[in-house]
């Protein structure tokens, strides 16, 4: 998967390819490739503002164990890809970008979690000029709130974050 990332955003052209195309088992020396200590499964991805240019792979769900993908400041077009496979997703940003199409959260995302999904959609008249933000918020294994609002930069992120909290201390549950 991580090839036809390189592959589809032009990795020969990123401003750090670092160790990409590296033999099997070296991808967590990669520029940009995070992965916990000891293991050498993706977890995250950082490649903010490294010219990638293209689209993101239609395998990009095969990443099962990714957390967090930073992919803003590039100039990634085409569609979203299916991020539905992805349970341990918790962040997945590309912000100043031309995509476009639905965002597909995991539905079976860790109870008590939270997935934001931070995009430019092009051609989304709604959208087209602010980012929006895709929240799923899963208790008990049931999303309580799936919504896609434009953001108000981080501090609008962290007070609905709040005001969610505060809803849901009202709240009981069995």
Do not use: H
């Not at 912000?95 to 989304?124: F, Y």
């Amino acid at each position: 998967m991580l090839q036809a990332l390189y592959t589809g955003t032009a990795g020969a052209s990123w401003t750090n390819s670092t160790n990409w195309n590296g033999a099997a088992g070296t991808q967590c020396t990669w520029f940009g490739v995070v992965c916990t200590v000891g293991d050498t499964n993706v977890n995250g991805l950082n490649l903010f503002g490294n010219n990638l240019t293209g689209s993101l792979p239609a395998t990009f769900n095969q990443l099962t164990v990714l957390r967090d993908f930073e992919g803003s400041s590039n100039q990634i077009s085409g569609a979203i890809p299916e991020l539905t496979d992805l349970a341990q997703l918790r962040r997945f940003a590309v912000r100043n970008n031309t995509l476009s199409g639905a965002v597909l959260v995991p539905a079976n995302t860790a109870a008590g979690s939270t997935c934001t999904v931070t995009a430019n959609k092009a051609g989304d008249a709604a959208f087209s000029a602010a980012p929006t933000v895709q929240q799923s918020i899963v208790i008990g294994g049931a999303v309580v709130l799936a919504t896609s609002v434009p953001t108000l930069g981080d501090f609008g992120l962290i007070a609905l974050m709040l005001l969610m909290g505060a809803v849901m201390r009202r709240r009981s549950f069995p």
